[in-house]
């Protein structure tokens, strides 16, 4: 039987950046929580190591060969993790009745369905996977709603933004006295550069970030700002906020990792080190607080915090994301679809980084109007986008 006094957690992208920082934070706990599962794409070595350190009941791979090395591997080492692979188990590991919580922290729209899952299922969801929450905004949050689901916002601004808002806060700015929600961006590793100068950027210098040590994926939607076009989409969902009450600022620290400004003229802002262990602790502990092992914060160290606005020109893809926003339906979901191609395309040395947002742009402009109220139709509006930006990125590919 398991121990009932510890929350029983699944680890959806276990091996990742998040994963591993999640993994980290509840190593420091043992008394407060246990792995159920982890899952991960193919990286088995990791994996082995995951499973014998904290001995989940399932590992699931994506990737069914992955499966099978991982399932030898753990055999040799006398780990008695039980190994399952495809997409329909990730979904089973995160539904389970046994789960107290799940980190959802797969990367890319590979992460609604299980994250979905978890929705439905009435699970507290730590939610990374802002792709998944894009994709499907309205289905997601009436399945959060429908089932009483917790959902917790692991992004760093997003959770800041929880932390600055008021415990009664129910998706209604109005109603609690939200003016604006203020959210910050570090501007990227491209921030200064002259825009002509980005033509030649490579993978490796995209993904060169200044403050933070993230997946590729989302290191390169740092470089275009399409991350912080995500997260204004995201924030749209998580606090039922217009695209005009949220503003994105430029703070090159990252020391602030948003904040909500109120009608009365106060800002209310979270602070810290640029760690995910904090929003990932305190999302596991809600409402209490728990050591997550980041230093603190010293802000004579850092001495100066510094605000610029963003230059739209400069990073196209923020404008793009504002633009599906307010367009509603299918178009934010065609964004990040397209720009998971066009990133893929970039990591892969076969597309341009200045033609990331005119893949996307090209890409909403030729996807017709559709209804996003279905998994089905979420499903279908992904996979249209994805192959009109394939097309696109043909067009405007690297030749050699
Ligand atoms: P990552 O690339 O480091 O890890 C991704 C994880 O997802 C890995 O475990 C991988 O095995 C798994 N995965 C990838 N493709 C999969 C597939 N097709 N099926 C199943 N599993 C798959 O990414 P990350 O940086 O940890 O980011 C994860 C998510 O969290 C992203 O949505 C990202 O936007 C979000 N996020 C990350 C950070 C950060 O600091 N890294 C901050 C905020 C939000
Ligand atoms: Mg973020």
Not at 144 to 167: K, T
Not at 175 to 204: C, H, M, N, Q, W
Not at 249 to 266: A, F, N
Not at 380 to 394: H, L, P, V
Request: charged share 20%.
């Amino acid at each position: 039987m398991p121990d009932s006094r510890l929350q029983q957690v699944t680890i959806l992208g276990a091996t990742g950046s998040i994963g591993v920082s999640t993994l980290d934070v509840i190593g420091r706990h043992p008394e407060r929580y246990a792995v159920f599962a982890l899952t991960a794409c193919r990286q088995v070595d990791r994996m082995v190591e995951q499973c014998c350190r904290f001995g989940p009941r399932y590992a699931v791979m994506a990737d069914a060969d992955a499966a099978v090395q991982l399932r030898a591997r753990l055999r040799e080492a006398g780990c008695a993790t039980e190994v399952l692979s495809g997409a329909a188990a990730l979904a089973e590991v995160a539904a389970d009745a046994e789960v107290d919580a799940v980190m959802a922290a797969i990367v890319g729209a590979a992460g609604l369905e299980p994250t979905l899952a978890a929705a439905r299922a009435g699970k507290k969801i730590l939610l990374a996977n802002k792709e998944a929450l894009v994709l499907s905004g309205r289905l997601f949050m009436d399945a959060v709603e429908a089932s009483g689901a917790c959902l917790l916002p692991i992004d760093s601004e997003h959770n800041a933004i929880f932390q600055s808002l008021p415990a009664s806060y129910r998706r209604n700015p109005v109603a609690s006295g939200v003016r604006r929600i203020l959210l910050t961006a570090s501007g990227g590793p491209f921030r200064k550069s002259a825009v002509e100068d980005l033509e030649y950027v490579t993978p490796d210098q995209a993904c060169a970030h200044p403050n933070w040590v993230m997946g590729r994926k989302i290191s390169v939607d740092s470089a275009t700002m399409m991350n912080k076009g995500l997260e204004v989409i995201e924030a749209h969902w998580l606090f039922g906020a217009a695209a005009d009450r949220i503003e994105v600022v430029i703070h090159p620290q990252s020391v602030i990792h948003s904040m909500v400004d109120y009608l009365d003229g106060s800002v209310i802002a979270q602070l810290g080190n640029p760690d995910m262990r904090t929003p990932i602790a305190h999302a596991l502990a809600w409402p209490e607080r728990i050591d997550s092992g980041v230093a603190a914060l010293d802000l004579v160290e850092i001495s100066q915090l510094t605000f610029e606005r963003p230059d739209f020109d400069r990073f196209p893809c923020l404008a793009l994301a504002y633009q599906a926003l307010r367009e509603g339906g299918a178009a934010p979901a065609v964004l990040s679809a397209a720009n998971e191609e066009a990133v893929a395309a970039f990591l892969d040395g076969k597309l341009g980084y200045r033609r990331i947002g005119d893949v996307i742009s090209a890409t909403l402009e030729r996807v017709g109007m559709m209804a996003v109220d279905s998994l089905e139709a979420v499903l279908a509006a992904d996979a249209n986008a994805r192959e009109i930006a394939r097309d696109q990125i043909t067009k405007r590919a690297i030749t050699r």
